[in-house]
């Protein structure tokens, strides 16, 4: 990981455009190739940022990242006040609380809760940035990624695209669909992940333990 804390403005050109002015920022490049700017509030969300696959290209005081749409995130550096490099080795991922893992174990045993004809291919499905909670396939044979939480928001519905670039890149598995399961997923997330194809699936923890019951149900 590069770090770099620079005097800058940040572009941001592609199906929309954004600008930030002139400002004392932090540049981040991820060994995975992705470019984030954050500033010193706004907490853990990057103001910009574009993600792999990309390229990034340095010139002296203009860094420019594009990826294969042709939308560019263009970095135009005043001074640079810290510049380091970072080895962080291999991560071992996050580790789901005990209701996301369960969620995941009942959801593999029972694959068809997400429709009929599905099949499971393998539980914590490696990639590498990280294992894919459940690798399926479709009643048609087509390859699907399911990413599981106990509350779905954007950062879960950024980790699947992640997996998706990943994953189609591999021509024995593309086409890979993308399915975002939780028990709760929020407005904006659900937003997002329709936007970018991605199905979302609301799951039923006590339907799916076989212990759902209407004894107290008004409706």
Known sequence: MRLVVARCQVDYVGRLTAH???ANRVLMVKADGSVLVHSDGGSYK????????????????????????????????DEVMHDSKHDLG??????????????????????????????LVRREYPTAIGPVDIMARDADGGSVAVEIKRRGEIDGVEQL???LELLNRDPLLAPVQGVFAA???KPQARVLAEDRGIRCVVLDYDALRGTDSDEFRLF
């Not at 991922?93 to 996301?100: A, F, I, P, R, S």
């Open 20 to 22: 930030l002015p002139m």
């Open 46 to 77: 990057p103001l910009n940022w574009m993600s792999p696959p990309c390229w990034l290209i340095e010139d002296p005081d203009i860094w420019t990242v594009q990826n294969k749409a042709g939308e560019k995130l263009v970095i135009t550096i």
């Open 90 to 119: 291999v991560d071992p991922g996050l580790q789901k609380d005990g209701v996301e893992a369960h969620l995941q174990e009942l959801l593999a045993e029972h694959i068809k809760t997400l429709g009929d004809g599905y099949t």
């Open 161 to 163: 695209t992640r997996y």
């Open 183 to 185: 028990q709760v997923i």
